[in-house]
């Protein structure tokens, strides 16, 4: 199994600010990795997906990066509603997706 | 528009089958390409997949759970039903349905989810 490892586990910052999620996987998962968002209550929310492209209609202050076993989510810009925990996934080992467990992004 | 819905029981007792019910429009799983998955989050914790369903009715299960699920369609219907048996308090979560588009300039993860029903297993 491949095991995702998100940090840092809660990330504190305020709106306007620059937020970087990381996740890194056990072994090589190529390109094939998502991110999505969790706000509470609510159904995860698609973000990115094979690491750098952004879903529909998601806004242009979100990004990823990276390749193999390293990746980063980037929110260039905080608003208000982009507070919430933030998942990592891979689907490189099809059909054994697996997510990581999470990095909270909260208000300073 | 897509839109999934999940259904089932809130409350099953341990030792007894839960069966899970996905009811969606706006895509057919009939069509090729299209699939929908089961994932689950106990409370305040992550999110595991669980089993997969795809357009051709091949079936796919999480290696760990997989003696425990079943994964079907009814396309007329446009519902996926998961069973999982022997139901532990360790399985209390939300149950999600979600789709996923497969092949060349589709997303492959899974792009609409349901709202999630919470499952509590309890005497």
């Known amino acids: 199994e491949i095991v995702l490892t998100q940090s840092p586990a809660t990330l504190s910052l305020s709106p306007g600010e620059r937020a970087t999620l990381s996740c890194r996987a056990s072994?090589?998962?190529?390109?094939?990795l998502a991110w999505y968002q969790q706000k509470p209550g609510q159904a995860p929310r698609l973000l990115i997906y094979?690491?750098?492209n952004r879903a529909t209609g998601i806004p242009a202050r979100f990004s990823g990066s990276g390749s193999g076993t390293d990746f980063t989510l980037t929110i260039s810009s905080l608003e208000p509603e982009d507070f919430a925990v933030y998942y990592c996934q891979q689907r490189s080992n099809w059909p054994q997706y697996t997510f990581g467990q999470g990095t909270k992004l909260e208000i300073k | 528009q897509v839109t999934l819905r999940e259904s089932g029981p809130a409350l099953v007792k341990p030792t007894q089958t839960l069966t899970l019910t996905c009811t969606f429009s706006?895509?057919?799983?009939?069509?090729?390409?299209?699939?929908v998955s089961w994932i689950r989050q106990p409370p305040g914790k992550a999110l595991e997949w669980l089993a997969l369903i795809d357009w051709d009715d091949d079936k796919y299960y999480s290696t760990s759970l997989k003696t425990r699920l079943t994964i079907s369609k009814d396309t007329s219907k446009n519902q996926v039903v998961l069973t999982m048996t022997n139901m532990d308090p360790v399985d209390t979560a939300t149950y999600y349905c979600?789709?996923?588009?497969?092949?060349?300039?589709?997303?492959?993860?899974?792009?609409?989810w349901g709202q999630g029903t919470l499952v509590t297993v309890s005497s």
């Open positions: 706006g895509f057919s799983l009939s069509t090729s390409g299209m699939c």
């Open positions: 979600a789709r996923m588009a497969s092949g060349s300039g589709r997303s492959n993860n899974f792009d609409y």
């Open positions: 072994q090589s998962v190529s390109s094939y």
């Open positions: 094979d690491a750098s």
